[in-house]
């Protein structure tokens, strides 16, 4: 049993707004979300900038007893999927709440929580650890407590593939739609990695930007010649995926289908991707296979589009193998130029970018492109926002670990 | 300020009740809407800010504001009213 898998509900917060509209609207007039880092010590760090959630209170959507349980990537989990759910506008109560599930993704998960619950172990001493700390650190406790917030009762996990996680999970629960497994599917992803312990390790791999640390909106530049690594960002998006006769039976809204996805592994290194981006050309042919739509086809990539020097070409250089010539027709955009970099999140986010890219017939930017360089010759659609439209999108993720994913979302 | 008071204090916040919801038989988890780590995070609290030890079997026997309120009268010596 196949079956058609269709887009109808949205909800994010990242850097860019606390909402879809916000962020969509940001995200068209080429704003950058990226701001000097002032919640903890960053004079011995080397990147000093992030892309953080701004005009956020917790106490607006939790009560007491539920913050202590909380953490602040399961909060931004939480909100993301209220947004969503509500904008399904599925009614819950006369849904078979055992065929809804939720597969959500996170990098690094809750690894402010290891570092707070680390401190009181040596400070206070073993038996002071929280109570909430487990809950409050494992990656599955989204899913988790979405299912428990919704009575959902399908397949419930998280997914974990670093930069590529909620590109796996959406992959994960398009499969379980498409062969029947559930009729709807909460999915996405969730990163809050804003913290000095994050920040120095990522610096230590020498994967962050280090040179606009006075101007932090100019230094996400994604495929531009003086771009000198990603900037880390916060955020979550959640979507809902639902069976299309489904969402066709009850008139929702439709942002549009999933009709491919591909995932594969580089098998290469830990944190460099394989030469000319082998692994991610061959996640997007799948994507196109699955979908049985020609490349020609193809007028939108969001790109993985990380702001590295490696990430960056290699990218370019696998659309180049994968299209050929029209490789230089086609529009392929970075919108972490916009959101930074937020890790498991950057999937669903992007998906969220893609298919609003569809429904308003309008390419969001790759802002901060100034500088070509001669390899990195494609149209990214520099520093301001395109009017096309636009049928076929494809929303590259990589992760470090070499994992792949790619979605071949179509406008309905 | 005496201990019942003190603790009422720090159960209202916790919890979010009014203070004159809270009585000998308050019981965390049916009237607290507390579940078991709710009482055990609240418990690791009350040991800090009362500077004593209480060993998880004895802790598993406190209930009620007012098995609370007695045990640790009897731990700390300090007057209950």
């Given amino acids: 049993m196949e079956r058609r898998v269709v887009i109808t509900g949205l909800g994010t917060i990242n850097p860019l707004g606390n909402n879809v509209e916000q962020f969509w609207n940001n995200l068209i ?27 956020f209170n917790s106490e607006d959507y939790f009560d007491k007893r539920e913050l202590r349980r909380l953490s ?53 001493g073993i038996d002071r650890i929280s109570p909430f700390f487990i809950i409050k650190m ?49 999915t996405g ?52 995926f639902e069976e299309y006769e489904h969402a066709i039976r009850r008139g929702a809204r439709i942002y549009g289908e999933i009709l491919g996805t591909g995932a ?30 020609e490349k020609e086809k193809v007028e ?32 392929i955009s970075s919108t ?23 429904q308003n017939g309008i390419i969001p930017p790759t802002i901060n492109y100034e500088n070509p360089e001669p ?15 636009v049928d076929y999108v494809l929303s590259n993720s990589f992760g470090f670990g070499g994992h792949n994913g790619v979605l071949l979302l179509g406008r309905i | 300020m005496a201990l019942k008071d003190d603790l009422k204090a720090k159960i209202v916040e916790r919890f979010g009740v009014s203070v004159d919801e809270i009585k000998e038989d308050t019981n965390f988890v049916e009237h607290l809407n507390a579940d078991s780590l709710d009482v055990m995070d609240f418990i690791m609290d009350i040991e800090q800010e009362y500077d004593i030890k209480i060993p998880a079997t004895e802790a598993e026997s406190l209930k009620t504001f007012g098995d609370l309120s007695q045990y640790l009268a009897e731990k700390t010596g300090k007057p209950l009213n």
Wanted: aromatic letters at 6%; one cysteine or more; proline letters at 3%.
């Fill in chain 1, 29 to 55: 007039a080429g704003k950058s979300g990226l701001k000097k880092i002032d919640k903890f010590d960053v004079s011995k760090i080397t990147s000093r900038i992030a892309g953080m959630i701004t005009n």
């Fill in chain 1, 72 to 124: 602040t990537f399961i909060m931004y989990g939480l909100v993301a999927t209220d947004e969503a759910v509500k904008d399904s506008h599925l009614d819950l109560e006369r849904e078979n709440h055992e065929r809804i599930g939720v597969i959500t993704g996170s990098g690094i998960g809750g690894i402010e929580e290891i570092e707070n619950q680390h401190d009181v172990l040596r400070e206070k």
């Fill in chain 1, 138 to 186: 494992i990656t599955d406790m989204i899913p988790g407590k979405i299912s428990m917030k919704y009575n959902l009762k399908g397949p419930n996990f998280s997914v974990s593939s670093a930069c590529a996680s909620s590109a796996h999970s959406m992959i994960t629960a398009f499969s379980m739609v498409k062969y029947g497994y559930a009729d709807i599917m909460v």
């Fill in chain 1, 189 to 240: 992803g969730v990163e809050a990695p804003i913290t000095d312990l994050t920040l120095g390790a990522f610096c230590s791999l020498k994967a962050l930007s280090t040179g606009y640390n006075d101007i932090p909106e100019r230094a996400s530049r994604p495929f531009d010649g003086k771009r000198d690594g990603f900037v880390i960002a916060e955020g979550a998006g959640t979507l809902i």
């Fill in chain 1, 264 to 293: 594969t592994a580089d098998a290469f290194h830990d944190t460099a991707p394989a030469p000319r981006g082998e692994g991610g050309r061959r996640a997007m042919e799948l994507a196109l296979k699955e979908g049985c739509i």
């Fill in chain 1, 300 to 331: 939108y990539i969001n790109a993985h589009g990380t702001s590295t020097k490696a990430n960056d070409l290699n990218e370019t250089l696998s659309v180049k193998d994968l299209f050929g010539d029209y490789a230089k027709k086609l529009a």
């Fill in chain 1, 336 to 358: 972490k130029s916009m959101t930074g970099h937020t890790l498991g999140a950057s999937a669903a986010i992007e998906a969220i970018a893609s298919l609003l890219t569809m």
């Fill in chain 1, 375 to 389: 390899e990195l010759d494609l149209d990214y659609v520099p520093n301001i926002a395109r009017e096309k439209k």
